[in-house]
């Protein structure tokens, strides 16, 4: 059988090192050996875009296990992998909510050997809270925050052993700050985050890195299922002043958020991508650079009014304001894809 891409690298890593004949598995690769990157959640959206992104990487840093709940999804992700597939992308099955089936994909990894885990996968949840049933929010922690204790759980203590290893979790803004009707999701990251800043003490002792991204809206499937769910969620519980706020409010103002300041799933990864290849990886990283005024408020102010004050002005009290800032941003967005088009042309 002929080695792939990826042994060849690694060969390569022994030759030049030659004292070093650890760094074909678990030893020091000091950027010449590919790493092994467990992804979740692959068959759409971010987790694809990454997936792919780093399938084709022009240096070929890295063997890509790219992993979805469904294989008969696998479709869209063969497609753009193109001839990475079977060389630098592998597609397998994992719902991170079996510890048995996130076992069996490790377990299928040689020598388990993890070097990224890219922690995905997620589910997303709008709406007043005495609408939703606490099944829904069961589940929707058993993915976003169990999901990812199970596979830290699976993983972490061999990249202790190895005294190595990056965890990488697609947080969000909301695991940060709080938004009105995201109570649950956003509670599922707030949670993703305060075990995230407390295994990250102990994983610095061992040389593993954590790294959160946080990105702002992005325009993929995940906001296709809200608007669906939210068409047919049962709001007869709900007072007629609180269902103002959510159909007069929210959903017309969420839809024009995330067409103005929503980004490219493509984008998410190529931030993702950098923060992998860093050589000292941040602990947070924000996608889109529009949201950093938002979250700063919350340190401005240790009580917690500021932020709590100024997003209910903006809501509730100037919302005239909010919605002319989100025109301007839509103006300048609009000409800034303009000159980007521009510039691309011969
Ligand atoms: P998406 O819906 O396209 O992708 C989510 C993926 O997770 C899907 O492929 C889905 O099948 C998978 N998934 C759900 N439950 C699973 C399970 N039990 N096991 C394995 N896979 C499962 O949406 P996306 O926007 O690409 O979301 C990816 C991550 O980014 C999520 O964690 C989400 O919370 C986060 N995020 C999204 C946005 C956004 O606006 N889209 C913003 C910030 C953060």
Known sequence: MEPDVCQLVELLGVLWYPEETSAVIGGPDRGMSC??????????????????????????????????????????????????????????????????????????????????????????????VESQSVAAMKNLFDTNFFG?????REVFPDMKRRRRGHIV?????LGLQ????????????????????SLALQALKFGVNISLIEPGPVVTEFER??????????LSAVDQETLDIFQGFYMAYSKEVFTVL??????????????????????????????????????????GNLPLNAFHQMIFQHDRLFKASLSLLKMLQWRKRRDVSYNKSP
């Open 35 to 128: 790493r092994n990157v467990l992804l979740t959640g692959c068959s759409s959206g971010i987790g694809l875009a990454l997936a792919v992104r780093l399938a084709k990487d022009e240096l070929k840093r890295f063997r890509v296990i790219a992993t979805m709940r469904n294989l008969d999804k696998r479709e869209a992700l063969e497609k753009q992998a193109g001839p990475a597939l079977d060389k630098t992308l592998e597609i397998r099955q994992m719902d991170v909510t079996s510890e048995e089936s996130i076992r069996r994909c490790v377990e299928g990894i040689p020598q388990r050997r993890v070097d990224v885990l890219v922690n995905n996968a997620g589910l997303g949840m709008i709406g007043p």
């Open 148 to 152: 990812l204790v199970r596979l830290v």
């Open 169 to 173: 979790v697609m947080s969000s803004v």
């Open 178 to 197: 709080g938004l009105i009707f995201n109570d649950i999701y956003s509670a599922s990251k707030f949670a993703a985050e305060g075990f995230c800043e």
């Open 225 to 234: 299922k809200l608007y669906e769910e939210a068409a047919c969620m049962d």
């Open 262 to 303: 929503g980004q490219s799933p493509d984008e998410v990864a190529e931030h993702t991508a950098k923060v992998i290849l860093a050589e000292k990886p941040p602990f947070r990283y924000q996608t889109n650079s529009l949201y950093t005024p938002m979250t700063t408020l919350k340190h401005a102010d240790p009580t």
